[in-house]
């Protein structure tokens, strides 16, 4: 019996080559991850092409694009040079780490899984977490990714994702804007303060403002940033008053650098994502991530209610915390 021949399979030096090309963009960036030269990334490429019979990438002005056969193939053999290093670390058994590579907003990553990722790293010794926070969606096709947290809607073609908590957001201010001039009485009163803003989500006022029965009020002034935690920074700095969540306010509410001057809450048509490819979620390292954060969010969630149902009224205290704010203190 004859076996099966792979007549059509390039070497796997010239693929990881390709790999690494196609995900920089960059022939330069791919031979310094190589350890190679760029002109041996260029040969490599140039050959690869020609036993392909036709180009992978568009040389232009300023840099390279992927043709779109180019992008199709890297789609693949980026997929199957995973599956080899998964199988390869399998079969070893020899007790080799697994990185477990993680693409996340920097505000949640900071504020919400970090301080939580040890328990992670107990559990699971043999994983080494690699984590990119950035603003931008990871690509799955092309970067090296195994998890994102996305923030948005949902669901993403091609990709399994599972969102983490529904989300309601609320206004926050520093402790003395409360009591300050003007002050924060009563929802009506942001009309004479400034509106922080965090570009991704420019429907947050207007669904805050409908829930409070004040669709058409206007801010005193608006100042934009392009990151959330630069927004409840300006926020402690005093420049203004944010809207925001658990997730990303929880710690500056109990460190008291941050209040809640009102009750009130509005529940956001977007929130955080699990994300993977969906043939990875069989993955040790990636199932062991998915239920862990899973476990860690119900958890969290349930504290947070617990708390919520044994505390007085939010703006009352508020207010009592107010009073006892060093910022107060010192006027």
């Given at each position: 019996?004859?076996?099966?021949?792979?007549?059509?399979?390039?070497?796997?030096?010239?693929?990881?080559?390709?790999?690494?090309?196609?995900?920089?963009?960059?022939?330069?960036?791919?031979?310094?991850?190589?350890?190679?030269?760029?002109?041996?990334v260029?040969?490599?490429?140039?050959?690869?092409?020609?036993?392909?019979?036709?180009?992978?990438?568009?040389?232009?002005?300023?840099?390279?694009?992927?043709?779109?056969?180019?992008?199709?193939f890297?789609a693949?053999?980026g997929?199957?040079?995973?599956?080899?290093?998964?199988?390869?670390?399998?079969?070893?058994?020899d007790?080799?780490?697994?990185?477990?590579?993680?693409?996340?907003?920097?505000?949640?990553?900071?504020?919400?899984?970090?301080?939580?990722?040890?328990?992670?790293?107990?559990?699971?010794?043999?994983?080494?977490?690699?984590?990119?926070?950035?603003?931008?969606?990871?690509?799955?096709?092309r970067?090296?990714?195994?998890?994102?947290?996305?923030?948005?809607?949902?669901?993403?073609?091609?990709?399994?994702?599972?969102?983490?908590?529904?989300?309601?957001?609320?206004?926050?201010?520093?402790?003395?804007?409360?009591?300050?001039?003007?002050?924060?009485?009563?929802?009506a009163?942001?009309?004479?303060?400034?509106?922080?803003?965090?570009?991704?989500?420019?429907?947050?006022?207007?669904?805050?403002?409908a829930?409070?029965?004040?669709?058409?009020?206007?801010?005193?002034?608006?100042?934009?940033?392009?990151?959330?935690?630069?927004?409840?920074?300006?926020?402690?700095?005093?420049?203004?008053?944010?809207?925001?969540?658990?997730?990303?306010?929880?710690?500056?509410?109990?460190?008291?650098?941050?209040?809640?001057?009102?009750?009130?809450?509005?529940?956001?048509?977007?929130?955080?994502?699990?994300?993977?490819?969906?043939?990875?979620?069989?993955?040790?390292?990636?199932?062991?991530?998915r239920d862990?954060?899973?476990?860690?969010?119900?958890?969290?969630?349930?504290?947070?209610?617990?708390?919520?149902?044994?505390?007085?009224?939010?703006?009352?205290?508020?207010?009592?915390i107010?009073?006892?704010?060093?910022?107060?203190?010192?006027?």
């Open positions: 019996m004859t076996g099966r021949r792979y007549t059509h399979l390039p070497s796997l030096a010239a693929l990881r080559v390709f790999e690494a090309a196609g995900r920089h963009l960059s022939f330069t960036n791919a031979a310094a991850e190589l350890y190679v030269t760029t002109s041996a260029s040969r490599q490429i140039r050959a690869l092409e020609e036993e392909l019979g036709r180009p992978l990438f568009e040389r232009r002005a300023r840099g390279l694009a992927l043709t779109k056969e180019g992008a199709a890297l693949e053999v997929e199957a040079l995973r599956r080899l290093d998964r199988a390869s670390a399998a079969f070893r058994g007790g080799s780490r697994r990185t477990l590579r993680l693409s996340m907003l920097a505000s949640f990553a900071g504020n919400w899984l970090v301080p939580r990722l040890p328990v992670f790293e107990r559990a699971h010794p043999g994983i080494d977490v690699a984590m990119e926070a950035t603003t931008r969606y990871a690509d799955f096709a970067d090296p990714v195994d998890v994102a947290i996305r923030f948005g809607t949902g669901p993403w073609e091609g990709l399994h994702s599972e969102a983490l908590f529904p989300l309601e957001f609320y206004v926050v201010c520093r402790p003395d804007c409360v009591r300050g001039t003007p002050p924060l009485r009563k929802p009163d942001l009309a004479h303060h400034t509106w922080l803003e965090e570009v991704h989500i420019p429907d947050a006022w207007p669904l805050w403002l829930a409070a029965g004040l669709p058409k009020l206007e801010p005193a002034r608006r100042l934009t940033y392009d990151h959330a935690q630069l927004m409840l920074d300006a926020a402690m700095a005093g420049q203004g008053v944010a809207l925001t969540s658990d997730v990303i306010a929880e710690r500056a509410l109990r460190e008291r650098r941050l209040v809640r001057p009102f009750a009130i809450t509005a529940t956001a048509p977007w929130t955080y994502h699990l994300v993977m490819r969906p043939d990875e979620r069989r993955d040790p390292a990636v199932a062991a991530f862990w954060i899973v476990a860690e969010v119900a958890a969290w969630r349930a504290r947070s209610l617990a708390i919520a149902k044994q505390s007085p009224a939010i703006a009352k205290r508020s207010r009592a107010e009073k006892r704010s060093p910022a107060r203190a010192r006027r």
